[in-house]
């Protein structure tokens, strides 16, 4: 692989012979084919691409999410689209047409997270969330935590319908205090409640955000958690 930045071939891209080309963050990446393409269809590569399906429907819905979307960017390793790594990272946590219970939400590396009595009621996602300040050391300008998940529905209850349908959770709660529980509850969308009465399966992923006073900068993340309900 090869990468160009701001040469005569600096906006090329696409396919050259065995040679393919795309621009990240304003450079010019260069790769090679594979030279043979035989055996493309075994069990086990079919399996993978069936994952790559799931995964890439599963990290729609998660990009949907703004405050994730924004998260991701942030923490996406160089030469990789946020979207691109959040596939990458659940291609190896997905089952084969819907996702599980352990696909991220949240980035890797972020602080580790418990949240306790994770529900979904008829018009509300509620946990138990412990002290924060259990978990990480907070810098002094910590203030803010932003709450950002998901629910998937799967295991339909008509055929026809999609295998599974990815929807946002989001909560900002300012001047939040660190040193105790907190008793967290999001309001479910008409379309969340909707979902939910043809669904028989609930699966919620739920990650923390801190942020300073003004909400805008990301201090610290954690990894997300997951509940099948």
Known sequence: MAILIGSVLGNFRGRLGNICARINAGRTIFAALPSSFKDANTQE??????????????????????????????????????????????????????????CLTSPPQGFAFTANSISVTESAVTATIPALETFLSLPPEASGVKFAGIVCYSDPLNEGMEVFVVTSLNKTVESYNFTTQYSLSIDLSPVQVALGAVYQKKTVFLGVIVTDESGNDILAHSDSVSEVL
Do not use: H
């Not at 729609?60 to 691109?84: A, D, Y």
């Open 45 to 102: 590569q079919q399996d993978y691409r069936s994952k790559l399906t799931t995964s890439a429907k599963f990290c729609s819905g998660i990009n949907n999410n703004l405050t994730l979307r924004k998260l991701w960017k942030l923490r996406t390793p160089e030469l990789l689209s946020p979207f691109n790594y959040m596939v990458k990272v659940n291609a190896k946590k997905v089952g084969l047409i819907a996702p599980t219970g352990d």
